[in-house]
């Protein structure tokens, strides 16, 4: 069984950076679709993007060209990196994998505050 | 992007009841449509994907039906571990996009 945990800082400020990394275990990332949603305080679920193994990528364009997922294979792990964040940003991010997603983490709380 | 109308946003039910909740989706999606079960601090689960397939290890309690651009959730004999929040999620065209959610509470 494929099990994926994200890691990452969970205080952003304003204007700063968000990277998060999703750690996978029981399987091979040698494969599908790995993803990055999230969960807003309003509980509305947002897709951010995927990558497939072999580096091709695509994202949600509301996000204004803000994120990119790159992937490490000899890692097993897989990362999203969230550029000129603001409060709106705030969030529980998921890592997630398939299509549609049938494995995903357990989501982290990332806060973007002063 | 295609916009999913999902209904109701919220419901409570009495434990033994029959539920169902539907998703709507601005566009033909064929069948291309999977329904999710979110619990606080949980993995969301995946309950249906392609509109009607029953995921491995899914209570038969769960069906899916639907295509185009109308599906239903249907939840049988609810009981007081399905308190959650149910999201329905298009993976025809991207951007994939989910519905606004329905909580479910037991009365």
């Known amino acids: 069984q494929v099990q994926l945990q994200e890691s990452g800082p969970g205080l952003v400020k304003p204007a700063g950076t968000l990277s998060l990394t999703c750690n996978v275990s029981g399987g091979s990332i040698s494969s599908s679709h790995w993803n990055w949603i999230r969960q807003t305080p309003g509980k509305a679920l947002e897709w951010i993007g995927f990558?497939?193994?072999?580096?091709?990528?695509n994202y949600n364009p509301s996000l204004r060209s803000r994120a990119t997922i790159s992937i490490d294979t000899s890692k097993t792990q897989f990362s999203l990196r969230l550029t000129s964040v603001t409060t709106a940003d705030t969030a529980v991010y998921y890592c997630?994998?398939?299509?549609?997603?049938?494995?995903w983490g357990q989501g982290t709380l990332v806060t973007v505050s002063p | 992007d295609i916009q999913m109308t999902q209904s109701p946003s919220s419901l409570s039910a009495s434990v033994g009841d029959r539920v169902s909740i539907t998703c709507q989706a601005s566009q033909h999606i064929s069948f291309y449509l999977s329904w999710y079960q979110v619990k606080p601090g949980k993995a969301p689960k995946v309950l249906i994907s392609d509109a009607s397939n029953l995921e491995r290890g899914v209570s038969s309690r769960f069906s899916g039906s639907g295509s185009g651009t109308d599906f239903t959730l249907t939840i049988n004999n609810i009981q007081p571990e399905d308190i959650a929040t149910y999201f329905c999620h298009q993976y025809d065209n991207l951007p994939w996009t989910f519905g606004q959610g329905t909580k479910v509470e037991m009365k």
């Open positions: 990558i497939y193994y072999g580096g091709t990528t």
């Open positions: 997630a994998r398939g299509y549609p997603s049938r494995n």
